[in-house]
C-alpha cells in the first residue's frame, strides 16, 4: 500500500475523496538483478570474470477494489509477469572455463490476491491522520513449476541441453497459499506535508515443495515469507492536481525463518534497504504514481538449509533501483 492507493488527500488536495464504488487499478514494476551478494559483500569477481546470474523481470498488477463505505473496502488483484534469467554454463576443467551464457524464461499469471481494507477512523472526519489495516490470502494460482531448456557440459567440454525446473526467483507462484498482513498510516505534519508508514507481511504456512526437475541439488524449494516497510514525508506541491512529492525510507525481503510452518528447503532469505523517491497526481478521477527505491545495502543471509550443512550464503544478485507505477481510475 502507498500514499496514492487509498484516496488520502493533503490539505489542499481539490482531487474528489473516496466514494462507496468501483475501482480500477494497472500496477507496474520492473528490475534489472545482476549485483551477487554472499552476507553483505558483494561478489565483485562475479562481475569481473562474467558469470553473474541477470534477472530481468517485469510484473504487472490488475486490480479491482470496492468501497463498501468510506471506511471499508476490499480489493482483488490479479498479477502477471515476464522473466528472463541469463547464466553461464562452465567447463569441467580445473579453470571452470566459461563456456556460453544461456537465457531461460517464464511468463503467465501469478498467485491472485483478495483483501479487505478497514480505515480506524472515518476518513471524512479526520482527513489529517488516519491508519488502514488490510488482512487477505493469497492463492497458489501462479505455476511452481516452469520449465526450460538449461545447458551443461560435459566431460569433453560440449554444451549439452535438457529441459529442468526453472530457478525459484522466475518461478510464477510462490508455491502455496499465503496470508497477507497490511498496515498505512499518515499523519499531518504541517500544511502540505503528510509523515507515513506503510508495511506488507506475507505469511505462508506450508513449508516446502518439490519441483519436478529441480535445478538444485538439494531437491525442494522453500515456500517463504516476504515483507515490505516503507516509511518517509509527502509534500503537496501543487493543490489543483494533487501533485506530490514523497521521499521514504523502504526495506524489502525474505526472512531466514517463516512465522508459521517450517523453513526447510532451498530458498534465498535476505533484505534490501532502499531511499525511494515518487511522485504522484490525482486529477477527476485519475490519479497516477511513479516510485523508484534505489537500494543503498543489500544482505544475503544464510538459510536454515545452509546453516544446517555448515555452508556460507550462496550469492545472490540483487537490483540496484527498480521501478514500480500505478494508474488507478474511479468508477
Keep these: 500500500m502507498t500514499p496514492g492507493q487509498h484516496g488520502v488527500q493533503l490539505e489542499g488536495g481539490e482531487a474528489p475523496a473516496p466514494t462507496s464504488g468501483f475501482q480500477g487499478s494497472v500496477g507496474y514494476r520492473w528490475l534489472h538483478s545482476d549485483r551477487m551478494f554472499s552476507h553483505d559483500v558483494e561478489q565483485t569477481q562475479r562481475e569481473a570474470d562474467g558469470s553473474q546470474e541477470i534477472n530481468d523481470s517485469n510484473f504487472i498488477d490488475?486490480?479491482?477494489?470496492?468501497?463498501?463505505?468510506?471506511?471499508?473496502?476490499?480489493?482483488?488483484?490479479?498479477?502477471?509477469?515476464?522473466?528472463?534469467?541469463?547464466?553461464?554454463?562452465?567447463?569441467?576443467?580445473?579453470?571452470?572455463?566459461?563456456?556460453?551464457?544461456?537465457?531461460?524464461?517464464?511468463?503467465g499469471i501469478g498467485d491472485i490476491r483478495l483483501e479487505g481494507n478497514a480505515w480506524t477512523l472515518n476518513p471524512k472526519e479526520h482527513a489529517k491522520g488516519n491508519a488502514l489495516f488490510g488482512v487477505g490470502i493469497s492463492a497458489p494460482t501462479g505455476d511452481r513449476d516452469v520449465k526450460d531448456t538449461?545447458?551443461?557440459?560435459?566431460?569433453?567440454?560440449?554444451?549439452l541441453a535438457r529441459q529442468q525446473t526453472v530457478d525459484q526467483s522466475i518461478q510464477l507462484g510462490n508455491g502455496g497459499w499465503g496470508v497477507i498482513l497490511d498496515l498505512y498510516a499518515y499523519r499531518e505534519i504541517a500544511p502540505r506535508l503528510n509523515g507515513f508508514v506503510n508495511g506488507s507481511y506475507t505469511m505462508t504456512p506450508e513449508e516446502k515443495y518439490s519441483p519436478s526437475a529441480s535445478p538444485v541439488e538439494f531437491g525442494d524449494y522453500s515456500i517463504a515469507d516476504?515483507?515490505?516497510?516503507?516509511?518517509?514525508?509527502?509534500?503537496?506541491?501543487?493543490?489543483?492536481?494533487?501533485?506530490?512529492?514523497?521521499?521514504?525510507g523502504r526495506i524489502d525481503g525474505v526472512p531466514v525463518h517463516d512465522l508459521v510452518g517450517g523453513s526447510e528447503g532451498f530458498r534465498r532469505p535476505g533484505y534490501a534497504v532502499s531511499i525511494e523517491p515518487g511522485v504522484s497526481l490525482a486529477v477527476n478521477s485519475w490519479s497516477f504514481s511513479v516510485n523508484t527505491p534505489v537500494a543503498l545495502y543489500r544482505n544475503r543471509q544464510q538459510s536454515v538449509l545452509e546453516q544446517a550443512l555448515g555452508m556460507a550464503p550462496?550469492?545472490?544478485?540483487?537490483?540496484?533501483?527498480?521501478?514500480?507505477?500505478?494508474?488507478?481510475?474511479?468508477?
Aim: glycine letters at 6%; proline letters at 3%.
Design 62 to 107: 490488475l486490480g479491482i477494489r470496492y468501497d463498501f463505505t468510506p471506511r471499508f473496502s476490499a480489493t482483488f488483484t490479479v498479477p502477471f509477469s515476464v522473466h528472463d534469467r541469463s547464466q553461464v554454463v562452465r567447463a569441467l576443467n580445473l579453470q571452470r572455463t566459461i563456456l556460453d551464457r544461456f537465457h531461460t524464461h517464464s511468463a
Design 150 to 159: 538449461f545447458e551443461f557440459s560435459d566431460f569433453a567440454s560440449r554444451i
Design 226 to 248: 516476504s515483507y515490505m516497510g516503507r516509511g518517509g514525508f509527502e509534500y503537496l506541491v501543487w493543490p489543483k492536481v494533487s501533485l506530490a512529492f514523497s521521499l521514504a
Design 314 to 331: 550462496v550469492a545472490a544478485g540483487f537490483a540496484d533501483f527498480v521501478v514500480t507505477c500505478s494508474v488507478t481510475k474511479k468508477f
